[in-house]
T-cell receptor, first 111, second 113 residues
Framework: TQLLEQSPQFLSIQEGENLTVYCNSS?????LQWYRQEPGEGPVLLVTVVTGGEVKKLKRLTFQFGDARKDSSLHITAAQPGDTGLYLC???????????FGTGTSLTVIP | KAGVTQTPRYLIKTRGQQVTLSCSPI?????VSWYQQTPGQGLQFLFE???????NKGNFPGRFSGRQFSNSRSEMNVSTLELGDSALYLC????????????FGSGTQLSVL
């Protein structure tokens, strides 16, 4: 059972296009993180959001935490080939230290 | 500061064998978590150790076990390997507080034949 569902599962776009990745759950999370994983490597943290409705920007990446803290989105503006990778969301429930990872979105940006 | 180190990088075993994977966390980090990553299931939480004690455990059979040493290094053991255990096993370290940033190693790719 996956607590966090990501969509789309695969995404292939041209350089310069915009895209949005979604992370949805029926559970409430105290915080949510986004990671990017490149082939042959472990995931690397991009951002942590903790407040419902929070929006964080990291250069061309915009992250939003849903008001009810059940969902999140990642928007990339003017995608570049260097953005290629597996994007993972991870939620921390209100109790415990375990993170639940989403199913992942594999992004390919074509030059 | 050195990152999280996992050894070995690749491993090939046959069904029924057992395997031990090692993880050295970032210096000063006291929490080590283990995850299994497969194309179909994504990252699944195995267990977390903090100060040599298992603090959280995921929903995996008892064939999967782990331990943490006084220097925070951790090992994970899988006994009686099954074909379905083929996966990338990732270790992540953190300072140990609640819901802190996880630093992942590059993983051990285990293939069970």
């Amino acid at each position: 059972t996956q607590l966090l569902e990501q969509s789309p599962q695969f995404l292939s776009i041209q350089e310069g296009e915009n895209l949005t990745v979604y992370c949805n759950s029926s559970s409430v999370f105290s915080s949510l993180q986004w990671y990017r994983q490149e082939p042959g490597e472990g995931p690397v943290l991009l951002v942590t959001v903790v407040t419902g409705g929070e929006v964080k920007k990291l250069k061309r990446l915009t992250f939003q935490f849903g008001d009810a803290r059940k969902d999140s989105s990642l928007h990339i503006t003017a995608a570049q080939p260097g953005d290629t990778g597996l994007y993972l969301c991870a939620g921390a429930p209100n109790t415990g230290n375990q993170f639940y990872f989403g199913t992942g979105t594999s992004l390919t940006v074509i030059p | 500061k050195a990152g999280v180190t996992q050894t070995p990088r690749y491993l090939i075993k046959t069904r029924g064998q057992q395997v031990t994977l090692s993880c050295s966390p970032i210096s000063g980090h006291r929490s080590v978590s283990w995850y299994q990553q497969t194309p179909g299931q994504g990252l699944q939480f195995l267990f977390e150790y903090f100060s040599e004690t298992q603090r959280n455990k995921g929903n995996f059979p008892g064939r999967f076990s782990g331990r943490q040493f006084s220097n925070s290094r951790s090992e994970m053991n899988v006994s009686t390997l099954e074909l379905g255990d083929s996966a990338l096993y990732l270790c992540a370290s953190s300072l140990g507080g609640s819901r802190e940033k996880l630093f992942f190693g590059s993983g051990t790719q285990l293939s069970v034949l």
